[in-house]
């Protein structure tokens, strides 16, 4: 997922009461057993453990969902990563994610589509997106994507 605006960090810690809550990435988990571990992991320790690019991808919708720029930032490929990401607009509220097809091309390429919806400012959003990875040095990475 590309950001729309760029400018300024913001920690990697998800808020408290989260861990009970369903995950925003619509797996039917919990925060805590989903996109919450991968999110734990590398505020704790830096490391990147997503096992495939559709478990990142969904990790970095939530980390949208929670503005944790950070990680968005650190699981953007280097030769892709913009400098800075600024945090969601005060009154976006993300509505749900549906991945549609996630393949593999390769040991270290896969792509995923997805549709995430939105609304911001009362006017509903739709992003679909077919999204590259790429595994370097063990950890998968969101490359780039197309927009439809």
């Excluded at 950001?3 to 861990?19: D, L, V």
């Excluded at 980390?63 to 950070?70: E, G, M, P, V």
């Amino acid at each position: 997922m590309k950001p729309q605006k760029t400018k300024t960090a913001a920690t990697s810690a998800a808020p408290s009461g989260m861990a009970a809550s369903a995950c925003p990435c619509g797996s039917g988990r919990g925060y805590d057993a989903c996109c919450g571990a991968l999110h734990r992991a590398f505020a704790e320790t830096g490391a990147l453990a997503a096992p495939d690019a559709q478990a990142l991808m969904r990790s970095r919708y939530t980390a949208y969902t929670l503005d944790l720029i950070d990680y968005l930032l650190a699981t953007w490929h280097p030769d892709t990563r913009p400098e800075s990401l600024e945090r969601g607009e005060r009154d976006l509220k993300w509505l749900g994610l549906e991945v549609r097809r996630h393949s593999r091309q390769d040991a270290d390429h896969e792509t995923v589509e997805f549709v995430a919806r939105s609304k911001v400012g009362g006017r509903a959003h739709r992003m679909h997106e077919i999204s590259r990875f790429v595994r370097a040095n063990g950890a998968w990475l969101y490359l780039d994507g197309e927009i439809d």
